[in-house]
Structures are given as C-alpha cells and as structure tokens.
T-cell receptor, first 112, second 116 residues
Framework: GNSVTQMEGPVTLSEEAFLTINCTYTATGYPSLFWYVQYPGEGLQLLLKATKADDKGSNKGFEATYRKETTSFHLEKGSVQVSDSAVYFCALSSNSGYALNFGKGTSLLVTP | GAGVSQSPSNKVTEKGKDVELRCDPI?????LYWYRQSLGQGLEFLIY????????KSGLPSDRFSAERTGGSVSTLTIQRTQQEDSAVYLC??????????????FGPGTRLTVL
C-alpha cells in the first residue's frame, strides 16, 4: 500500500539556519506529492505540491523536488524564521484513489 | 464560503454518548473528505464523498462511525456509543477535482473531540 515516511522531530534551529526535512514515499503508479503545514492553533494548510517527477514545488521560500528515482520529496528552506515554527506533514495522493496518505509530521521550532 | 468550516470546534462528551460533527465545504467543491488526527496514529483517512455518495469508506474504524452528505454540500460525521479511543481531532477537507493529479484538498480547522 501507499505510505509516507518523514524524519522524526522535533527539529530545533536558530533563525536564518538552513532547513531540510526528509520525506520518502512508497506508492503504486505516479502519485502527487504535498507538503502541508500546521501552525500552532491553526488548521492544515497546503504549503506546496508537485504532480510529476522532477517537478519542484515552492512557496514562502520553501522548496521540494519530486525525485522518482529516490522516491523522495524533501522540504528545504535556505533561511528559516521564527514564524516558520510549525508541524510539517508530507503527503501523497495516488492516482488510484482519493485519500491523502500522510507522514507522521515533523515539528519545527525556530529560536531567535 | 471562504474556506472549509467545521463545528463545533471543541466537543467534550461522556463515554457511550453519540456525537455529531459538522463540515461545511468550500462552495462548489464536489469532493469532501474526513480525516482523524490523533497522537498515536497521526493523520488517518476516514471517508470520501463525491457529491452525496461515498465511494470510499475504507477508513471508518468501526460500524459506530457513519457519515452523510446532503445537497452536495454539508456533511455530518456521527460517532455512536463513543469510546475513549475516539478522542482525536476530526478534520474535514474539500476539493474540486478529485482523482486528478492537479487536485488539492483544503482543510478545515477541525473539531477536537474528547471522550471522558
């Protein structure tokens, strides 16, 4: 079946540090890949997505590239801010179904 | 509406009672989804609606859980005879192009259910 594995948190970084959150997936066919973010006290928001191999999704300085050869969709940001503190979820949507399969989430804390 | 709305935002109930959770999707979105977010299990899919029918109910954990959608809009998730393990945040999402690679699900703020 489909599954998503992302790195365990919590991740603590200083402001302006480089961020990588690893995400790998197992899926049949050609899934679409997503990063969702959940800020404290708020609902899930779509951060970025990619729908085919080698696509790069980007938003708010975050980027992730759909790597089919390594079945990965790692999230990166060059310089994090305190306001980026949140829980980040990697997810996939397979082309044979409608449900999103989520990773467990990675909590990020950015300190001044 | 501007986004997906859910009510109530918080619900505390006693074990054995029935609860109803409501979701109002983004206007015009044909697809509606329910998920559950709990500490031990992460985010789990429960059920998917296309219009008023539910072609995928595979995530409902037991027959105590049911959902309906009326008028292709509002959906209600009902949990009968609640158990403590039902305590979680119940999330609703909607989308406009289900089954397409370009589809994006938009989530509501969730209902936090606590079963005492």
């Amino acid at each position: 079946g489909n599954s998503v594995t992302q790195m365990e948190g919590p991740v603590t970084l200083s402001e302006e540090a480089f961020l990588t959150i690893n995400c790998t997936y197992t899926a049949t066919g050609y899934p679409s890949l997503f990063w969702y973010v959940q800020y404290p006290g708020e609902g899930l928001q779509l951060l970025l997505k990619a729908t085919k191999a080698d696509d790069k999704g980007s938003n708010k300085g975050f980027e992730a590239t759909y790597r089919k050869e390594t079945t990965s969709f790692h999230l990166e940001k060059g310089s994090v801010q305190v306001s980026d503190s949140a829980v980040y979820f990697c997810a996939l949507s397979s082309n044979s179904g409608y449900a999103l399969n989520f990773g467990k989430g990675t909590s990020l804390l950015v300190t001044p | 509406g501007a986004g997906v709305s859910q009510s109530p935002s918080n619900k505390v109930t006693e074990k054995g009672k029935d609860v109803e959770l409501r979701c109002d999707p983004i206007s015009g979105h044909t697809a509606l989804y329910w998920y559950r977010q709990s500490l031990g299990q992460g985010l789990e899919f429960l059920i998917y609606f296309q219009g008023n029918s539910a072609p995928d109910k595979s995530g409902l954990p037991s027959d105590r859980f049911s959902a309906e959608r009326t008028g292709g809009s509002v959906s209600t998730l009902t949990i009968q005879r609640t158990q403590q393990e039902d305590s979680a945040v119940y999330l609703c999402a909607s989308s406009s192009n289900p089954g397409l690679a370009s589809d994006t699900q938009y989530f509501g703020p969730g209902t936090r259910l606590t079963v005492l």
